[in-house]
């Protein structure tokens, strides 16, 4: 029993890594590319663009990576229940997808930065169509992580061969983010459709009064999930709002490159979530394990960051390179801060069921960022918004650490 409860953990651990390995290699690969077929500029007002869709892609996920993972780790064998959660998660994000949809159109339209670019939007915003029928959650819930890493690989795949072919002038950038709804709706509607059938899963939709009380029962998994998974959209986004796109670009490469140091806590956070809700003795041992590799990972983050910066990317002036190593520097302790925040708030605090107390730290370290944000960014463009997002991940490593020792 235990020896399969160990291969499981390697092999949802191994896939969770897979996923990751494909996210960064196409960002790693990608990046670059882009900015030499498109220009930094153009890159900033894509990166934009798709800073905004994906928040709203945050929204419409709802806190399902939390509050569903949990339920679904719990009963994943009672095919009753089973069939029950996904309907239930089902008719939200179709609620929730009419009305981002609709709402993100009316943002883009209404917004000037946002309409003299309407197309990229309006291409960025079939993303949203995409999501609808993604499972991540269903698939981290029954721990089979290895199915979420075969559906990404193939909308990658889609994705970067129509972007090889299609990519060619600085006017193509409208076009991207089109390209990786086509990606990811081709693989989502499939896996959607073999999950009905492999499962026995037989969609009934929920009612609009269900559906409101399950929006109000689960808002605090879903600002707990919300603000910290989109804090790096946010701050991209409100770079894009206070200052020129070029700025932009470096905010988001920034966030992109401190994020691919993070993946191997986001791996371990995700693996240990569904164990920890089993089985509480292993807390402290995970916990160990999680700040360990993060006090390690943001070490070698601050001593690479300028090889490894200059190795990958190529800009116009070497002023412009040494403001995207400063903003690397700058970033390097969020690996750790990031460990402590997985280790006492997603993997402490959530465990012990304070969603309501988590929501609150999650709120205010929201706040710090964006407060911040506001001041510093118009001051400094370059590192204000680097400055700000250190500040917050602060706040909430802070924060978690201390409630959760008050709660003991």
Not at 96 to 111: N, Q
Not at 145 to 160: A, E, P, Q, V, Y
Not at 380 to 385: D, H, K, S
Request: with cysteine; proline share 3%; net charge positive.
């Amino acid at each position: 029993m235990i020896n399969k409860k160990v291969f499981q953990l390697v092999e949802n651990v191994s896939a969770l890594f897979s996923l990751k390995v494909i996210d960064l290699g196409l960002s790693l690969w990608l990046i670059p590319y882009l900015i030499l077929k498109i220009g930094l500029h153009n890159y900033g007002v894509y990166a934009l663009a798709m800073s905004l869709i994906l928040f709203f892609v945050n929204i419409l996920n709802y806190g399902f990576n939390l509050s569903t993972v949990r339920e679904l780790a719990r009963h994943k064998n009672d095919n009753i229940k089973v069939n029950l959660i996904f309907n239930e998660v089902f008719s939200v994000k179709l609620f929730l997808f009419a009305l981002l949809f609709l709402l993100f159109i009316g943002v883009s339209f209404i917004i000037p930065k946002f309409s003299e670019h309407f197309h990229l939007y309006f291409f960025a915003s079939l993303i949203l169509l995409g999501d609808l029928f993604s499972l991540r959650w269903f698939f981290m819930g029954i721990e089979k992580m290895k199915f979420m890493t075969l559906i990404h690989l193939c909308s990658t795949g889609i994705f970067t061969i129509l972007v090889l072919i299609c990519i060619t002038l600085p006017s193509d950038y409208v076009t991207i983010p089109l390209y990786e709804a086509i990606g990811l709706l081709i693989s989502a509607v499939f896996s959607f459709i073999w999950v009905l059938k492999k499962y026995k899963i037989q969609i009934k939709l929920i009612s609009f009064t269900a559906v409101l009380n399950y929006l109000k029962i689960h808002f605090n998994s879903f600002v707990n999930l919300l603000l910290p998974s989109t804090s790096g959209t946010l701050i991209v986004l409100l770079s894009g709002m206070l200052v020129g796109p070029s700025f932009v670009g470096l905010t988001q490469i920034g966030v992109k490159f401190t994020a691919a140091f993070t993946t191997l806590n986001t791996i371990l956070t995700s693996a240990f979530y569904p164990l920890i809700n089993r089985n509480k003795e292993i807390e402290v041992t995970t916990r160990k394990i999680l700040n360990s590799l993060g006090f390690l990972v943001s070490i070698s983050m601050f001593l690479l960051g300028e090889f490894l910066t200059k190795t990958w990317l190529n800009f116009e002036s070497e002023a412009m390179m040494q403001n995207m190593v400063m903003i690397v520097k700058i970033l390097s302790p969020i690996p750790f801060l990031a460990a402590l925040v997985s280790s006492y708030g997603i993997n402490g605090l959530l465990t012990q069921y304070k969603d309501k107390l988590f929501g609150r730290i999650t709120l205010i370290s929201t706040s710090v960022m964006l407060i911040t944000a506001i001041v510093l960014v118009p001051l400094y463009p370059i590192i204000g918004a680097a400055v700000s997002f250190l500040s917050a991940r602060i706040v909430y490593s802070g924060l978690s650490y201390y409630y959760l020792k008050a709660n003991r």
